[in-house]
């Protein structure tokens, strides 16, 4: 099997490693993602990850909470999904290193751009936690900064939904699905699937991003050998 790409950035939900349990981390859901992405360093590629938060906190939501303190603590929430994927990865014999945009040393590296290229270089999965380390910055746009920061050949978005659609399929029995779309009718007809930050710095550096289902883990190898999965957005 040949890759098609070689530096992989893959963001991760929070909801995604809440699996069935919607809340908190279902560890059988979380064994299968780290078990496909171990497969795919395995094939070749530099992998490193973007995780977010939403299974623990989603305060940004709830509007009693001062907006810079609701954002800083769900940093810390993606500072505990980076560790245990980080230790799932390793219970499948992988090398990994956690590194965080908020010094919190005692559990993680500070994120520093040469080491992570450096470890991806000695075939060490890479792990950013705590999103860009600023408030009002979605993980979404973590990954598109870290990708333009480490030259990522692209960036998988793995949900809960098969690719891009012109509206929510879960609503709309009619709703159409995208193969390709570009990161300006993304954002242009409000398609909801970065925000337009993250849109815009992908556009701008020239990053593509894939949108594939998650439900089926096999489909982050899938997606690294180019095969048809989801929606490519360029």
Known sequence: MRLRYSRILLKLSGEALAGQKKFGLDFDCIARICREVKNLHDLGAQVSVVVGGGNFWRGRTGGAMDRTRADQIGMLATTMNALAVADILEGHGADVRVQTAISMQAVAEPYIRSKALRHMEKGRIVIFGCGTGNPFFSTDTAASLRA??????????????????????????????????????????????????????????GISLLVFDLGDPRNIVKAGMGENVGTLIH
């Open 148 to 205: 333009a920061e480490i030259e990522a050949s692209i960036i998988f978005k793995a949900t809960m939904v098969d690719g891009v659609y012109d509206k929510d399929p879960k609503k709309h029995p009619d709703a159409v699905k995208y193969d390709n779309v570009s990161f300006d009718e993304v954002v242009s007809k409000n398609l909801n699937v970065v925000d337009a930050t993250a849109a815009a710095m992908c556009r701008d550096n």
